[in-house]
């Protein structure tokens, strides 16, 4: 492997990990933007939410900017978020075992794929930490059992948005192989149109109690580390139910004109294995 080669892989890990740590700092510190952006007129719930900055800050020293709460840290974070998505989505690669078949569109699944890995490994590492303090040092935290929750909902959410972009996700097809190929155009509009009309009414019945009651009172877990799951996770399921309805409407057109997979689930899991082992052969 060459040092081009070698660098590519090295950005393939750092811009995910990099947007993961912006995107945690922006999270933590969400209180802060919200009582500059959007300051609540309710002086109960305004003094509730500052209150809450004030012992979440992880940089109290640091001034506001512009007048406000936020400092230079957290406007570095939130202007970094969509610089390291953008470069992100344009630098990622295809691995040999993923669908090779993608459009431009497809990146952004195929980046939130990434971020999902680093979660896994974040999650991974947490667990073991927090077993190697309980059981080794008899010093468990407290904060290690509810950042691991955390991030397994934001991995299962990506995950499915993952999945759907790599055609990967259960699908029943034993009358649908059997159909003529133009009644299978049929079934995958009618898929695709329940998938969405569920995903309107999805976002329609819930915005309201999810971005208004969850968000903007930044709802926390209420526990000794008391981390924001409801304030984040609630709202994440209603924008993933949407970027899976709308990757599912690009998957649709971009398989229109191409022949169905009809291999069976022995061809499935031999092709499984090999890519599996041209990916190890090329790492």
Not at 63 to 80: K, R
Not at 212 to 235: C, H, L, N, S
Request: charged residues 15%.
């Amino acid at each position: 492997m060459n040092i081009g080669e070698r660098y590519r892989h090295l950005i393939e890990w750092l811009i995910p990990a990099g947007f993961i740590l912006c995107g945690g700092w922006v999270i933590w510190h969400m209180p802060a933007f919200i009582l500059d952006f959007i300051p609540p007129s309710d002086e109960s719930l305004y003094g509730q939410i500052h209150e809450l900055h004030t012992r979440k800050d992880v940089t109290p020293g640091l001034p506001g900017l512009f007048g406000g709460l936020t400092d230079i840290v957290d406007w570095a974070a939130i202007l970094l978020m969509p610089v390291a998505f953008i470069f992100g989505i344009s630098t990622v690669r295809i691995a040999p075992m993923e669908f090779q078949e993608f459009r431009a569109v497809d990146r952004i699944a195929i980046f939130i794929g990434r971020i999902t890995m680093i979660l896994i490994i974040s999650m991974t590492s947490i667990m073991l930490y927090e077993v190697f303090l309980r059981y080794a040092l008899e010093r468990p935290t407290l904060w290690a059992n509810e950042m691991t929750l955390w991030t397994a909902g934001f991995v299962f959410l990506f995950s499915g948005l993952y999945a759907m972009q790599q055609r990967c996700h259960i699908r029943i097809f034993i009358l649908y192989e059997a159909a003529p190929r133009w009644l299978q155009h049929v079934f995958d509009i009618i898929s695709v149109f329940l998938l969405c009309t569920f995903a309107f009414f999805m976002i329609y019945g819930s915005f309201r109690q999810v971005f208004v009651t969850k968000f903007y009172r930044w709802e926390m877990f209420g526990t000794a580390f008391d981390p924001p799951i409801p304030a984040t996770v609630q709202p994440m399921i209603l924008i993933v139910i949407a970027l899976v309805a709308l990757q599912a409407v690009a998957n649709l057109i971009a398989d229109w004109n191409s022949e169905p997979d009809s291999q069976s689930g022995d061809d499935l899991d031999a092709g499984e294995i090999e890519a599996i082992r041209k990916t190890a052969g090329a790492e």
